[in-house]
């Protein structure tokens, strides 16, 4: 589809309603080394033929992948799929770049670190072919975007753990909780919104936003506020639901922006866009709007999002991504939505969209 903004329409819509990086990771200087894979252990830990840092043990950074043995216990078949998949992309002499982010190592003594084969990113590619989920831990963010989206195209085409048929049921880390009898330790952020929960309300973070501190002064040092504390504001504002190819039901293109919180938002001079600095013209929320609590806000527009994949962005008045959601494809009148609301995205379209309503 060419892109070109013929018209639109907005209206609010009142409703009721882990084996671990580190535990205490040690600060080194940043850097890119090169080396040679020895051996994969599973889908996110290798070991080197050369030492860096006095190890050659490489846990892969950002990422986390079913577990192989944990305690005796394993996350099977996926553990050993992406077990199986590294080894294919780094067999042994495969000649690869090592880059580390702000922490190297960690309390274990591994090297912390992207693993690069040529251009291919490795990390990201495990994620991607749904081997792995992100799990960022601040201080190391490199590349927290591009993995986002990695994650969100697996998802959305059932590759890997996120296959319909044969869905992993625990997180890698709730799967090393549960076996080890511990509960969730780490405090969780919202990337774009920079607020963040306590450990138990981890599962309010839809995963492809999570950001994990060791600690509450962590998040507070890192600009983090915790969720509520400010008392108003786009603090857990969502994009919910996404119709981009209209059809017989729904004549029309729609955006719908969830409200999770107990107070109402002012969205004047928000901006609905796509891609960002690029595609079709923003637009601006009109003046007076408000989102209620536990509420929705639905853009309708013609002709704005590209049938076979865009962008879909939400932006505060400063400029600030509040929430971005990427779809692969579409299909006229059906959705992608959030289940439940506010959660993650569905892997599948809708074929029931619920404009302006709950997606639970």
Known sequence: MVKKRLFSLAFPVMVTLSAFCGLFPHTSSAATYTATVDRVVDGD?????????????????SIDTPETNYQGQAQEPWGTAAK?????????????????????????????AHIYKG?????????????AVTYYIWPNMLHFEEYQQAYLEAKQNGRGMW???????????????????????????DFFTHT??????????????????????????AGYTKEGSTGGGASGLVINEVLPA???????????????????????????DDIVN???????IPN????????????????????????????????????????SSSSADKSWVRMPDGGSWSTTMDSTPTKGASNN
């Open 45 to 61: 830990t290798v070991y080197l033929k050369e030492t860096i840092q006095g190890t050659n043990k490489v846990r892969m950074l």
């Open 84 to 112: 199986n998949y590294l080894q294919q992309l780094l067999p042994s002499g495969t000649r690869v770049t090592i880059e580390t982010d702000v922490e190297e190592t960690d309390a274990y003594g591994r090297l912390l």
């Open 119 to 131: 251009s291919l990113d490795v990390n990201k590619e495990m994620v991607r072919q749904g081997h």
């Open 163 to 189: 296959n319909p048929s044969n869905p992993i049921p625990e997180l890698p880390f709730e799967f090393r909780d549960r076996v080890s009898g511990q509960s969730q330790d780490k405090y969780v952020g």
């Open 196 to 221: 963040y929960v306590v450990p138990n309300d981890y599962k309010q973070i839809p995963i492809e936003k999570r950001v994990f501190f060791f600690t509450e002064s962590d998040a507070l040092s």
């Open 246 to 272: 209209s059809g017989t039901n729904y004549q029309k293109e729609f955006v719908e922006i969830y409200n999770p919180t107990d107070y109402p938002v002012d969205l004047s001079g928000y901006i609905i």
């Open 278 to 284: 690029g595609g079709s013209s923003p637009y601006t």
């Open 288 to 327: 007076g709007t408000t989102i209620p609590a536990k509420g929705y806000f639905v853009w309708e527009t013609s002709n704005y999002y590209n049938n076979s994949g865009d962008d879909v962005t939400l932006k505060s008045p400063d400029g600030t991504i509040i929430d971005q959601y990427h779809y």
